[in-house]
């Protein structure tokens, strides 16, 4: 069974930083793409970054470029997403999702309806 537990939310202030970690289960890691969706409230879910099928190919959405990375543990089954500069509107609820089937590209990647497993996600709050 495919699972994906996300854990690291909390509570910043806007300029400081959070690690967001997901940890995978039930599948070969890194034969699988991951990415990371958040969703704000009254707002639609919206991908954040993502990592292609072999975990070296990383995405990003234009809102977090140079100040959100994503990277890959492969002895851990964990993706992790290092989130610095952080500003207010990055206040949202972060999911981590996975798919069996599909290959990411620099199109799509961050199009919820692909990803058929989620994990439950975790609360990021940057105050002011």
């Known amino acids: 069974e495919v699972q994906l537990q996300a854990s690291g939310g909390g509570l910043a202030q806007a300029g400081g930083s959070l690690r967001l970690s997901c940890t995978a289960s039930?599948?070969?890691?890194?034969?699988?793409?991951i990415a990371w969706f958040r969703q704000a409230p009254g707002k639609e879910r919206e991908g954040v970054s993502a990592?292609?099928?072999?975990?070296?190919?990383?995405y990003y959405a234009d809102s977090v470029k140079g100040r959100f990375t994503m990277s890959s543990d492969k002895t851990k089954n964990t993706v992790y997403l290092q989130m610095n500069s952080l500003k207010t509107e990055d206040t949202a609820v972060y999911y981590c999702?996975?798919?069996?089937?599909?290959?990411?590209?620099?199109?799509?990647?961050?199009?919820?309806?692909?990803?058929?497993?989620w994990g439950r996600g975790t609360q990021v709050t940057v105050s002011s």
């Open positions: 999702a996975t798919d069996s089937k599909i290959t990411l590209g620099d199109v799509g990647w961050d199009y919820d309806i692909w990803y058929q497993y």
């Open positions: 990592v292609r099928r072999g975990h070296i190919k990383t």
């Open positions: 039930g599948f070969t890691f890194d034969s699988y793409p």
